[in-house]
């Protein structure tokens, strides 16, 4: 692979050096905003995380791309995010499940990318200066320098109706399980749906699809995907779910957790750099037990004042709020990922907690 010298500028002008994999960004920039994930392994199914839209992956784990890439570790169709950083960039993979490497994978999806770079110092000023918006790419710095003043992060930006399902589309039991499931698609994971199939049959729709179009459906519960971009900018989904609610069982996961908080009247604020990796700790408060946690958001719920729900699970790192359940509906939400992909499954039994509320609740 010939080395292309490329540069990373951030909206404060600070620059880091490194050289240009995956594909060639038009004019040599790509910007968006830069945050870090601190899983070691699963870099596929990170960068085909649809939540990443926008975003600009900065891994923490220095060697990326040693065991390839394929087929069934994609979280969706095409990866969304803005691009990647990556210290060292494996030459060759080493696997039997691989069916290409990292690199060519980028350049198939058109994702651009930057290796060599000193990611402990970039995450270091992410950590301590939050994420933020920049460009990177082979142009030269005044045009980088240009193209990182004028970049936008994910504050007040739509990014659901970008990456949802544009028609819906089924998935069937694959246990046999007679529930039927009607997934709301604000960015959803691949895995998930597959979670969701071990329990039911799952009718993925799109994220404009009405209370009144979902109910028609005659489903046993709804579930709310995850998604990327600031929940406060998402409009009708709210209302949506409101709709929904004291009708039909329903679970949310990240930005459906921040939806269903939205609907019940509560507000969303930015973490300082997200929280993105595979190893945060999360205390199930209704069980006592610390569960090892996959997550993957810029944003956090604030239930201060929202009468009807009871706070039930709480991250052990920061203190924000992970879960929480309502009293007078059959509703709940986590912010984590019990489906993982990639991370641990100590979480997993949320699902079943999820065909024990629609099986409570069916007629």
């Not at 060519?104 to 990611?119: E, F, K, Q």
């Not at 918006?133 to 739509?158: H, Q, S, Y």
């Not at 971009?229 to 069982?249: F, H, M, N």
Request: hydrophobic share 35%; charged share 20%; aromatic share 6%.
């Amino acid at each position: 692979m010939t080395i292309r010298e490329a540069t990373i500028v951030l909206s404060d002008g600070t620059v880091f050096e490194g050289e240009a994999i995956g594909a060639d960004a038009p004019d040599g920039v790509t910007t968006g905003e830069f945050v870090f994930n601190t899983v070691l392994s699963g870099y596929q199914e990170v960068i085909s995380d649809p939540s990443y839209a926008g975003q600009i992956i900065t891994f923490t784990y220095p060697h990326i791309g040693n065991y390839g890439v394929n087929d069934h570790d994609d979280e969706s169709l095409r990866p969304r995010c803005a691009g990647v950083v990556v210290r060292d960039l494996a030459r060759r993979h080493s696997s039997w499940r691989a069916e290409s490497d990292l690199n060519s994978y980028l350049v198939r999806h058109g994702i651009a990318g930057i290796a060599g770079v000193d990611t402990r110092r970039l995450t270091r000023h992410l950590r301590d200066r939050g994420a933020m918006p920049g460009a990177f790419g082979t142009a030269d710095l005044t045009a980088l320098t240009e193209a990182a003043r004028t970049a936008v992060g994910t504050e007040g930006r739509d990014l659901v109706a970008g990456v949802s399902a544009e028609v819906a589309y089924s998935t069937p039991s694959s246990s046999g399980a007679a529930r039927r499931i009607v997934a709301i698609d604000l960015g959803i994971k691949t895995t998930i749906v597959r979670n969701l199939a071990m329990i039911g049959s799952v009718e993925v729709v799109p994220a404009s699809t009405s209370a009144e179009e979902i109910l028609a459906m005659e489903p046993d519960g709804v579930f709310l995907s995850n998604g990327p971009g600031d929940p406060s900018a998402v409009a009708k989904v709210p209302a949506t779910i409101r709709g929904l609610l004291g009708e039909v069982p329903v679970f949310g996961i990240c930005m459906g957790h921040q939806m269903l908080a939205t609907a019940l009247g509560a507000s969303t604020y930015k973490l300082p750099f997200g929280h993105h990796g595979g190893n945060h700790p999360v205390r199930d408060l209704t069980t006592g037990k610390v569960e090892i946690t996959s997550q993957n958001h810029n944003y956090c719920v604030d239930l201060d004042g929202v009468a009807g729900v009871e706070v039930t699970h709480r991250n052990l790192n920061d203190g924000t709020i992970e879960g929480f359940e309502c009293t007078e509906v059959p509703a709940f939400a986590v912010q984590h990922h019990p489906e993982a992909g990639p991370g641990p499954h100590d979480s997993r039994y949320l699902f079943e907690r999820f065909a024990d509320l629609m099986d409570q609740h069916s007629t």
